[in-house]
T-cell receptor
Framework: GAVVSQHPSWVICKSGTSVKIECRSL??????MFWYRQFPKQSLMLMAT?????????EQGVEKDKFLINHASLTLSTLTVTSAHPEDSSFYIC???????????FGPGTRLTVT | AQTVTQSQPEMSVQEAETVTLSCTYD???????LFWYKQPPSRQMILVIR??????QNATENRFSVNFQKAAKSFSLKISDSQLGDAAMYFC???????????????FGQGTRLTINP
């Protein structure tokens, strides 16, 4: 149990367009979901925390108008990269908490390439 | 704010040998969790082991064990009988046990790339 999926696994988009990444908890209800960004050979950088039905909490330095996060249900959170630019190219990972458990369950990640 | 530091960017070990990865952290809290995560080339994050700060006993999971020194704020991971499948990036992470908004987030170290030599 406790499986988190992400879709798509890999996306290429043109500069100036928007792209949406979905994160789903498949067999549990996720009260909290997290979005991370990871550059090659670097650690995970937390972008934002989202709770179902409320606005996401963004980390300092993350542009909330550029990275739109919606947590519409207890099993789905989406990250939309608006007006994408090549510097937004990265690996994006989501994770989810079940109830108030300690463990975060990670999705497999999405590789975004902006051309 | 809490910080996690991994001072070894890369480590290598011979297959079947033992290796220890280091991690130190800084916090003013007394109750928290510490984790080691593994990220293989697939980039899927895998939980290796966790430690609750209130527990004095070091956590173990098969070939993986930790040396948790709360006063020194040190949390090292020992991998025994290293196997080729252990090759990966390893991240140390901290999580508060406070039940308030924002406290559930993980704070990661920089990572250590572990290579297993056959």
């Amino acid at each position: 149990g406790a499986v988190v999926s992400q879709h798509p696994s890999w996306v290429i988009c043109k500069s100036g367009t928007s792209v949406k990444i979905e994160c789903r908890s498949l067999d549990f209800q996720a009260t909290t979901m997290f979005w991370y960004r990871q550059f090659p050979k670097q650690s995970l950088m937390l972008m934002a925390t989202s709770n179902e039905g409320s606005k996401a909490t963004y980390e300092q330095g993350v542009e909330k108008d550029k990275f739109l996060i919606n947590h519409a249900s207890l099993t789905l959170s989406t990250l939309t990269v608006t007006s994408a630019h090549p510097e937004d190219s990265s690996f994006y990972i989501c994770s989810a908490n079940r109830d108030r458990g300690y463990e975060q369950y990670f999705g497999p990640g999405t590789r975004l390439t902006v051309t | 704010a809490q910080t996690v530091t991994q001072s070894q960017p890369e480590m290598s070990v011979q297959e079947a040998e033992t290796v220890t990865l280091s991690c130190t952290y800084d916090t003013s809290e007394s109750d928290y969790y510490l984790f080691w995560y593994k990220q293989p080339p697939s980039r899927q994050m895998i939980l290796v082991i966790r430690q609750e700060a209130y527990k004095q006993q070091n956590a173990t999971e098969n070939r993986f064990s930790v040396n948790f020194q709360k006063a020194a704020k040190s949390f090292s991971l020992k991998i025994s009988d290293s196997q080729l499948g252990d090759a990966a990036m390893y991240f140390c992470a901290y999580r508060s046990r406070r039940v308030i908004q924002g406290a559930q987030k993980l704070v990661f170290g920089q990572g250590t790339r572990l290579t297993i030599n056959p």
